[in-house]
Structure formats: C-alpha cells, structure tokens
C-alpha cells in the first residue's frame, strides 16, 4: 500500500490518497479546533491518542457487529481506512442534556434523557451545522430514506456497545455524534471518527468532564483527560 497526495484537510485530520482505490489514509493531527475552527490551537499527543482511541472503539463496533471505515493502525497518528461516499449528515444520540440541547430548549445540564434523543444535523461548517430532520435529507437529496433508516438503527447500535463499555470503565456516555458512508458495495459504514473529541464523557460519580469540553469551555488538562479515558478502557497508547 502507497500513501499518496492529500486528498481532504479537516479541522484536525487528513485524508490521502493510496494505490488502493477502496483505501485511504487517515491522518490524525494534534490541531484541535473549536466553535467551527474559530478556534485553533496545537496539543501535544493529541493526534496520537485519538487516532488509537478510534482504533480500539472503531474494532470494539466490529466485533458487536456495527461495520466500520476502520481497516488497521499504520503508525502512531495514521490508520488505513476504506473510502467512503460520505452521507453530508450527522447523526447526534443524546442520553444526557448537554451543549446545544441545552442552549435551544433551556434545560438543564446533565438530565437524563429518557428515552435517548436521536438528532440530524447538516454538516456544513459555513452555516454552523444546522439542525435538520429527515424530511429535509431525503427531500434535497443528502440521503435516501432508507439509507437514514441504516443509519438510525447503526447509532442507537453504537449507543448500546458503547454506553456499556464507558459505563464499565466509570464513565457516562453524555452524547456523541457519527458520520456514515456508502461503501464502493453500496452498504452503509461508519465513517470519520469516535474519540473523545466528539462524544462527550463524564466521570460517573464526580462529572467530571473528559471530553472536549475542557478545551471548549477552558477547563485545562484535554490531552491528560483523554488519556484517562484510554487509560480506563484498556486501549494501548
């Protein structure tokens, strides 16, 4: 497999090209970004410790039966990954009120949701990633229904594995969100990443927050916090 020319920059990842038509790589860099990359800055680590934490989430979601773009670690801050079409919507599962939730509707911070929440956003940086419904997917042609339908049941899929292995670990499973992907088989995958910079996890007894809160809201101590996180559930940094 030949790395080759960069394909896409994200906010805090890159994406090449390979001699693989069905394969790309994934670069995890140390940017870390906030409020749509208004803000920017560099930790140290940090594209080494979510690139490893995708990894050992992405094969934990294999293993329950969730397909992922996820083939195997490269390096430190590389994976090998498929090459998705990737569906321009992303998928929010809530358990606890936090962030925008609690902004648009005034509850408070950390109520448990019962049921969870299931919400659509467009992924679109420029117009601040607006809330949609699956009205609007299908109608502009994001996504065909039953596309969105796959897409449902795989999140709430990602909710059950997940929420059990953070709460074996002390730690609640607030919310987080997921991208999906056709694959060049037509099947609906799990694309971009799971880490700790888009979910948000909480200490189970203290709430302490240990996710990307803290560099958001200033708190301090993010690379450290995600490491606990990795340190709890087992993954090899």
Not at 112 to 127: M, R
Not at 140 to 147: D, L, V
């Amino acid at each position: 497999m030949e790395k080759r020319e960069e394909l896409y920059r994200g906010k805090a990842k890159s994406v090449y090209k390979t001699d693989d038509a069905d394969r790309l790589v994934l670069l995890f860099r140390n940017d870390t970004s906030a409020f749509d990359g208004k803000r920017i800055e560099q930790l140290d680590r940090k594209g080494m410790v979510n690139n490893k934490f995708n990894a050992f989430i992405m094969q934990k979601l294999e293993a329950a039966g969730v397909p992922t773009q996820f083939d195997k670690l490269l390096s430190d801050n590389e994976c090998l990954v498929k090459k998705l079409d990737m569906i321009p919507v992303e998928c929010v599962v809530r358990n606890y009120a936090a962030g925008s939730l609690v902004k648009r509707l005034g509850v408070e911070e950390g109520m448990k949701l019962n049921p969870y929440t299931f919400e659509l956003f467009l992924k679109d940086d420029a117009k601040g990633d607006p809330f949609i419904n699956e009205s609007h997917v299908v109608a502009f042609g994001w996504g065909t229904a039953e596309q969105l339908a796959r897409m449902k049941e795989l999140s709430l899929k990602v909710n059950e594995v997940l929420g059990k292995l953070f709460d074996d670990a002390g730690l609640l499973l607030v919310d987080f969100k997921l991208e999906f992907g056709v694959f060049s088989d037509g099947s609906i995958v799990l694309g971009d990443e799971f880490s700790p910079d888009g979910c948000r996890l909480w200490d189970k007894d203290t709430k302490k927050k240990m996710d990307k809160d803290r560099f958001r809201q200033g708190l301090g101590d993010v690379i450290e916090a995600y490491e606990e996180v990795a340190q709890r559930l087992g993954v090899p940094l």
